[in-house]
């Protein structure tokens, strides 16, 4: 048996897609690739795993990451982002990962550079989430949350609360400065973002 990786990548899809008039945001093409597929690729670059969160396009989905897509589980869908790196985080855990590497669907200009950097932070405070930070601004959906999480995860959500940002700042997040370029952390959310 191989040993498990360490970190695997959670690529987040599982959004109604409200702002692109309810198409499913990671299967929009953007500069000849579906979305998902760009960000997939950047994270196969840093950890060979992809878990895909994803709650529609499954068939599509499962061609991208064969036998890697997670759907939410009923209690948890529509609960957005959190709920799909909560039902990643469980899997990476049943997987024997020690955390996940997520980054959502929408920008597909995150580079490996990027996610490589947010995983060498992680490993000088493995017990502590990691988010990127660009220009002053954190990303708290780009960055590595530790599988130790679960339970404080489940808790946020329990209570009502979705507010990604304000999860990461109550369990310690570090925030690490990104240089990338502008298009790295660019949402693409509506179907004016595609067209520059």
């Given at each position: 048996m191989t040993q498990p990786d360490r970190i695997i990548g959670l690529l987040l899809?599982?959004?109604?897609g409200t702002r692109m008039g309810g198409q499913d945001k990671g299967m929009v093409p953007w500069c000849g690739e579906t979305m998902?597929?760009?960000?997939?690729?950047a994270l196969r670059a840093v950890t060979p795993t992809v878990f895909i969160s994803a709650n529609r396009s499954l068939a599509e989905y499962e061609k991208l990451s064969p036998g890697h897509v997670l759907q939410d589980p009923a209690g948890l869908r529509g609960q957005g982002p959190l709920a799909g790196l909560l039902t990643g985080l469980r899997a990476a855990a049943a997987y024997g990962a020690e955390a996940v590497l997520v980054c959502p669907c929408d920008t597909p200009g995150i580079t490996p550079e990027t996610l490589r950097l947010l995983t060498l932070a992680w490993q000088a405070h493995p017990d502590r989430p990691v988010i990127a930070e660009h220009n002053g601004r954190?990303?708290?959906l780009h960055g590595v949350y530790p599988v130790s999480l679960v339970a404080a995860l489940d808790q946020w959500l329990v209570s009502?609360?979705?507010r990604v940002m304000g999860f990461a700042g109550s369990v310690g997040a570090v925030a690490v400065d990104c240089p990338e370029r502008e298009e790295g952390f660019r949402n693409r959310n509506n179907l004016t973002d595609l067209e520059s």
């Open positions: 899809a599982g959004g109604k998902a597929l760009w960000v997939l690729q954190q990303h708290p009502g609360n979705r």
